[in-house]
């Protein structure tokens, strides 16, 4: 059973930073590709990130694209999101996923609880 455990979310000024991880179980990892969404109070699910399997490509929304660094290490089963230059309009519950990188889809409903960003002074 696929499982995802998102954590390092906070409380954090605008131009700060923070860095989510994702740690997955239950599929052999280093076969899929994984990617970040978020959520919004009150919005529908958002594309953030995705990277491949094997880590080889990035994709990014043009929204966090030159400000988030997606990465992974295969050897721990954990896909990382680093977010630098945070704004409010990135408050949300972040969450990641296996993925389609090319629509950046979700592959499957599998979800975790979800890690808080909160970008406020």
């Known amino acids: 059973q696929l499982q995802f455990v998102e954590s390092g979310g906070g409380l954090v000024q605008p131009g700060g930073s923070l860095r989510l991880s994702c740690a997955a179980s239950g599929f052999t990892f280093h076969l899929y590709n994984i990617g970040w969404f978020r959520q919004a109070p009150g919005k529908a699910h958002d594309r953030v990130a995705c990277i491949s399997s094997m880590g080889g490509s990035t994709y990014y929304a043009d929204s966090v694209k030159g400000r988030f660094t997606i990465s992974r290490d295969n050897s721990k089963n954990t896909v990382y999101l680093q977010m630098n230059s945070l704004n409010p309009e990135d408050t949300a519950i972040y969450y990641c996923?296996?993925?389609?990188?090319?629509?950046?889809?979700?592959?499957?409903?599998?979800w975790g609880q979800g890690t808080q960003v909160t970008v406020s002074s």
């Open positions: 996923s296996v993925t389609d990188c090319g629509r950046m889809d979700p592959q499957g409903d599998y």
